[in-house]
């Protein structure tokens, strides 16, 4: 029947014994044990996170790095465009300018051939009136060398000359 | 003793077979001197004892020797402490050797150290076997469960002493050696017992405790199962299921929040009639949980062995060499369940200590 009474001496040692193996555990192997555990899983668990944000960082510097491209081909678009109206509007205003100057030459040569025409015309109408004179000199002299010619030429003049 | 009440319920079910092969074997049969009682033997080796009993060669004959490890027999008696070996008893455990200690008569009946009343030379049994001329002085004897939970003890200090070492030797908490054997397990009771049974926040002041008994009846279920080890039978004893169940129930009882003796003695959300009614079966419960995990440990440990220990007897109740493999092979199909109830119940009586503390701390979620 003293299979289920309890025994005294075995209640004593047992519990004196388990209280013992339960201090010295706690403190000697339990402690160290679940600490070492934990910390580890606490140096999993952080580097996981850090990988994930390096993760993250690379792919944000991925997006900056095709950011930066983007802006970068933009940029070069801008330019060349820029270039390409430069060069256009360098071109133009060549154009326009040269345009302009060759018809300002164009004029100035117009107005310098119209005042050469005109001092041309003037020396032309002296030299032309000198030579009239030289001719009509000339023919008066001829004329007026025998006396015969002369009264013809003044009966002549004064048939002409028709009195009112 | 609210034990007594569970008593005979226990025997009627555990012993059922021992006593029906003991009857089966009542009938005179063969001319041995000594008839063989397997209740006697089974209960020999079920029980505590003096010294660890290892092997009686030329048994029955004139030569019979025993080997024996004598362990210390240590009692409180009036004239205070007296000691001696168990071995000065020479393995008698029928009362028949008496030992004298400074004035005082000590017999040894089933493995019960009895004192001898003044004057009394030798001891009378009743019908029973109990002495009648005799009283039990307090006995602190380191018998052989004392023994064996020393031996566990010093193992389970190795064991676990030397992984704790290996934690601080390497640099980065990487297990090795016997510390990557054991960690799966102390994660086991943390994440698969601790945490869920009392809750992520307050697991942590009960994980020695946990880790401690869980280990501890482990390894002394274990131990129970080593033949040549003769059934130092302690997580089969009630003294040693007792003290553990006694010190969940103090645990949980001292953590116990104001929603814990709230639920026990007024029960909230339910009608206040309900209330009076629950009241007592709360209470009555609050003990019936040590109770259940202090039979539910040694009634299965202690079936385990009664039934290993009833199939061997087998072979001497027939008297036959031909019953010997069935015998040994049911023997070794039990064994081989028991090697896993070990596991089992250890974890049983760590899981609902960790609930009950789990329920001791629970916060009100009404």
Known sequence: ?164 | MRINTFKNMILSALMLTVFNIGFASDPKEGGDDKKFDPKEMIMHHVKDAYGMHILTLNEGKEDEEHITIPLPIILWTDNGLTTFMSSEFHHDYHGHQVVEKGGQRFVNVHEKVYQLNEGETAVTLDEEGHPTNAHMPLDFSITRNVFMMWVSIVVLLLIFLTAARRYKKSDENVPSGIASFVEPLIVFVRDEIAKPMIGEHKYKRYMPYLLTVFFFIWINNIFGLIPILNGANLSGNIAFTFTLAVITFIITTFSGNKNYWKHIFWMPGVPVPMKIFLMPIEIVGMFVKPVSLMIRLFANITAGHIIILSLISLVFIFKSIAIAPISVAFSLFITIIEVVVTAIQAYIFTILSALYFGMATEEAHH
């Open chain 1, 1 to 164: 029947m003293d299979l289920v009474n309890p025994g005294f001496g075995l209640i004593f040692w047992t519990l004196i014994s388990f209280l013992c193996l339960l201090i010295i555990l706690r403190k000697f192997a339990w402690k160290p044990i679940l600490g070492a555990v934990s910390e580890r899983e606490e140096g999993i668990k952080d580097a996981l996170a850090s990988a994930e944000n390096a993760r993250k960082e690379m792919e944000n510097l991925q997006a900056d790095n095709e950011r930066i491209l983007q802006e970068a081909r933009a940029e070069r678009e801008a330019m060349l465009k820029d270039a390409r109206e430069i060069r256009e509007q360098t071109i133009a205003k060549a154009e326009s300018e040269a345009q302009e100057k060759a018809s300002q030459i164009i004029e100035k040569a117009q107005a310098a051939i119209e005042s050469e025409k005109k001092a041309a015309m003037v020396e032309l109408k002296s030299h032309v009136a000198g030579l009239s004179l030289d001719i009509a000199e000339k023919v008066v002299r001829e004329e007026l060398s025998n006396k015969d010619k002369q009264l013809k030429l003044v009966e002549g003049m004064l048939g002409e000359a028709t009195l009112n």
